[in-house]
T-cell receptor, first 112, second 111 residues
Framework: NAGVTQTPKFQVLKTGQSMTLQCAQD?????MSWYRQDPGMGLRLIHY???????DQGEVPNGYNVSRSTTEDFPLRLLSAAPSQTSVYFC???????????FGQGTRLTVV | DQQVKQNSPSLSVQEGRISILNCDYT??????FLWYKKYPAEGPTFLIS?????DKNEDGRFTVFLNKSAKHLSLHIVPSQPGDSAVYFC??????????FGAGTILRVKS
């Protein structure tokens, strides 16, 4: 099992550019989510999904879109990158209930 | 809404001694809490969890205590080892593995 795989690991964007952060899991987990981590802060929830075709907003959703067409994949789209979106992004998946979430290695994004 | 607070940004402990990391939360409706460990340039990895039906959960050198009346939990690491040096995050879980994280505590274990 590869677990949760995120690509790319690093990315530099110019303000206004768009891009998609990829996330894939091979554990057949129903629940997937995206978080961002900024210096001195904990991880904050951007968007989450409770299954294929179902997504909802988290604490900091503005500027990001998601879709979940398959159980395995949960891409995060930045439509028009802004310097405030410079952060480390983590994707996670889990079985729900009182169980742990598994995290990917992260994508470090810099918007200049 | 839930807020999770880790009021100690850092903790330094001698190898072999006990490390105690603390966490407070605001909403007692949440009933499942987790601790994650994070090394630089890696994703968080699950360490230990506790459900509100318990007040203690142990896994090897790691023990988590939950005080529901005080809305407080703590992670004890005994004995501490240099490899435990990392950032530790406390998190409160909601439906669907949705997590609310504290800001983290940097643990340094000195040999």
């Amino acid at each position: 099992n590869a677990g949760v795989t995120q690509t790319p690991k690093f990315q530099v964007l110019k303000t206004g550019q768009s891009m998609t952060l990829q996330c894939a899991q091979d554990m057949n987990h129903e629940y997937m989510s995206w978080y961002r981590q900024d210096p001195g802060m904990g991880l904050r929830l951007i968007h989450y999904s409770v299954g294929a075709g179902i997504t909802d907003q988290g604490e900091v959703p503005n500027g990001y879109n998601v879709s979940r067409s398959t159980t395995e994949d949960f891409p995060l789209r930045l439509l028009s990158a802004a310097p405030s979106q410079t952060s480390v992004y983590f994707c996670a998946s889990g079985l729900g209930g009182n169980t742990e979430a598994f995290f990917g290695q992260g994508t470090r994004l810099t918007v200049v | 809404d839930q807020q999770v607070k880790q009021n100690s940004p850092s903790l330094s402990v001698q190898e072999g001694r006990i490390s105690i990391l603390n966490c407070d939360y605001t909403n007692s409706m949440f009933d499942y809490f987790l601790w994650y460990k994070k090394y630089p340039a890696e994703g968080p990895t699950f360490l230990i969890s506790i459900s509100s039906i318990k007040d203690k959960n142990e896994d090897g050198r790691f023990t988590v205590f939950l005080n529901k009346s005080a809305k407080h939990l703590s992670l004890h690491i005994v004995p501490s080892q240099p490899g435990d040096s990392a950032v530790y995050f406390c998190a409160s879980a909601e439906y669907g593995n949705k997590l609310v994280f504290g800001a983290g505590t940097i643990l340094r274990v000195k040999s």
